[in-house]
Structure formats: structure tokens, C-alpha cells
């Protein structure tokens, strides 16, 4: 039983020396797209002229992905002032893609991978930034001796489903009022119904670029994850930028309404609630499915802690405001919650 524990030890500390020392963990997420294209914007009430959001790009208007990239303004996203751009895809086979998710997921899914192999199979906590919760990854004390070939698999099925349990998070999170950029609240975007789609593509995306070379770098993981969703966009038909826009024009009144302003929640008017681990493109029929493997899942527990923000959560059922903490188990009950919110919302609007 020592030499086991002993054998864990040691490969932890050597992977943890040689990995997760250079992979920080990702600062907030790429600001991109509200659903719709060329949306006005206001402040306080008042229409700003000459501003508007178009947000729809070309493949090759991806730019590179560039690891951790959440730090980037919002002008330099979207008008491809940076080095990586992102808007909104539209693609025969996944319906729309927004790119930014795609990325920001593919992000944690490698940060997390180094977190996990090197610690898999300990008592070891990650804390990460709040989004009005504290977040915290909990890894559990197993007895188990994993060979290297399975740590790297169940690692990287651990590091892609908790990634996505992270979106999972921050759309319920910007349905109650997050904020990542200081005074915008996200409601436009919360729930979007290509959000979820776009994250599990980029955990899935991230999942076989670590697959192929478990020890890559962060300049080897964005020079990978850039071939990997130009491939990705190319194999699931994305159209051109005039295409994608056509596409999106012929959802409004149906997936989101021009005639409303940015940060106006009703931009977007149809939102996926569902959190699913298996997820079918919105918009368009027979789509690639895609899925997430929970398999391993009760290794690692994502909490959702209470702190000062838990005022934003004051109109939930009794039953979860009085837990000491949240899990994904808990995600689809505070979903429906906000979709019964929402359609009633919806109902005394038009009357």
C-alpha cells in the first residue's frame, strides 16, 4: 500500500514540475457576441449613433489562438485588432458557432489537464475567479494506481468535462447578472442556443490536440488549436461571412430581435436551457451530435461557493439557497428556474 501511494506521490510531483508550472489558469473569457449581426447598442436608455456590432467573420479571419486570451479588449476581438478574432459561424452540419466559447473552453480543458494529471488521485483543490460565486475544483484521495497511458485519458476526459461544466456555469451566471466587463450586465447573452454547442467543441477540440501530444507547451496547444478549429470550421461547412449573416438575418423575430439595443436582455429572444452532456446543434436538422464523457466525474467535484454576490440569487427556491454549496447536479434546477422567469416574462411583454 505505501509503495502505491509513494508511486502516486512521486508522479504527481515530477508531471506537476513539468507541466502545470507553465499553464496559469485562464483570466475571464473572451468578450464577443451577443446572437445577431450589425446590433445597435445604448447606454443608460440612450442609442448610441454610429456603433454597431456586426460580429460575423470569415474563416480566415480566425486569426491564431492565443492561449489565455480572455484579457483581451472587446474592440480588439471583434474588429481583429489582436492577434485572434471571434464572432459568430454559421455551418451546415453545427449550426451557428461562436468562436470565442470555443476557445475559452479549449483554454480550461488544457489548464485543467495539466491540474489533473498532476494531481490525480489526491486530496488537491483549484480555485479559479469567481463568477458571482467562488468556483473551486475539488480532486478526491483515491487508493488507485493509474499507468501513465490512463492518468493521460482519464485526465483528459476529467479536463474537458469540467471545462464544460464551467460554461454550463457561466450562462446561469450571466442570466443572473454577471458582469466581466465592469457595469455591462451579460443578460444578452445568457443562454444563447449556440453557446453550450460551441463550448463542448472547444473541449473536445482541446481534448485531441492534448490527446496527440499530452506534454505540448502553451505555444505548441494555441499553434494546434488554431489548425484544429480552422479544420473543425472546414469539416462542419461553415459558410462565408456573407453566408453566415444571411443565416442569422433569417432568425430575426425568430432567435433574436433588431429592433432592440445592446445590453437590452430581449436582443436574444429563443435560449437553450437545456445543460445536457450530449448536445444537438440548435437551428438546423440532423447536426452532428456531440458529447461529453462523465465517466470519471466522481473524481473531481466543481463547487460553487457562497460569497457577498449571493444576493443576485435571492429569488431561487429555499432548497438551494440553503446548501452549503452548488454542483453541476444542481445546474439544471437554477436553468429552469430561469426559463419559467423567462417565459413569463415573455408573456406579459406581449400582452
Wanted: proline letters at 4%; glycine letters at 6%.
Amino acid at each position: 500500500m505505501k509503495n502505491k501511494i509513494a508511486s502516486i506521490v512521486i508522479s504527481s510531483l515530477l508531471y506537476g514540475a513539468s507541466f502545470s508550472s507553465f499553464a496559469e489558469a485562464p483570466v475571464g473569457v473572451r468578450p464577443c457576441c451577443a446572437f445577431g449581426t450589425n446590433l445597435q447598442t445604448e447606454v443608460g436608455g440612450i442609442p448610441v449613433p454610429f456603433v454597431s456590432v456586426e460580429n460575423v467573420l470569415n474563416i480566415d479571419d480566425l486569426g491564431d489562438h492565443i492561449y489565455n486570451d480572455g484579457s483581451q479588449g472587446i474592440t480588439s476581438s471583434l474588429m481583429g485588432f489582436g492577434d485572434e478574432s471571434n464572432g459568430i459561424f454559421y455551418s451546415e452540419k453545427g449550426g451557428f458557432l461562436d468562436s470565442a466559447h470555443i476557445r475559452d473552453t479549449a483554454d480550461f480543458t488544457y489548464y485543467l489537464y495539466g491540474e489533473f494529471y498532476a494531481h490525480l488521485g489526491t486530496d488537491h483543490k483549484v480555485t479559479l475567479s469567481p463568477e458571482l460565486k467562488n468556483r473551486v475544483v475539488q480532486l478526491h484521495a483515491s487508493s488507485d494506481v493509474y499507468t501513465e497511458t490512463e492518468r493521460q485519458k482519464m485526465s483528459i476526459e476529467l479536463a474537458a468535462l469540467t471545462a464544460y461544466r464551467f460554461a454550463q456555469w457561466h450562462e446561469i451566471a450571466q442570466w443572473f447578472g454577471m458582469e466581466s466587463v465592469g457595469g455591462f450586465k451579460e443578460y444578452a447573452s445568457a443562454f444563447s442556443p449556440e453557446d453550450l454547442y460551441s463550448n463542448m467543441l472547444g473541449a473536445l477540440l482541446a481534448s485531441d490536440v492534448i490527446t496527440a501530444k499530452p506534454k505540448l507547451s502553451k505555444d505548441d496547444f494555441s499553434l494546434a488549436m488554431t489548425k484544429a478549429i480552422k479544420a473543425k470550421f472546414i469539416e462542419l461547412d461553415v459558410g462565408t461571412k456573407e453566408e453566415s449573416k444571411a443565416q442569422i438575418k433569417k432568425m430575426d423575430g425568430k432567435w433574436w430581435d433588431s429592433s432592440k439595443r445592446l445590453p437590452n436582455k430581449w436582443v436574444v429572444i429563443h435560449r437553450e436551457y437545456h445543460l445536457g452532456t450530449e448536445l444537438k446543434p440548435n437551428g438546423i436538422k440532423n447536426g452532428v451530435e456531440e458529447s461529453v464523457s462523465t465517466k470519471h466525474e466522481a473524481l473531481v467535484t466543481f463547487k460553487l461557493m457562497p460569497n457577498k454576490n449571493d444576493i443576485a440569487f435571492s429569488a431561487l427556491p429555499e432548497s438551494l439557497k440553503s446548501k452549503p454549496y452548488w454542483t453541476p447536479n444542481d445546474f439544471q434546477q437554477i436553468a429552469d428556474f430561469a426559463k419559467a422567469h423567462d417565459d413569463k416574462e415573455r408573456v406579459l411583454k406581449n400582452k
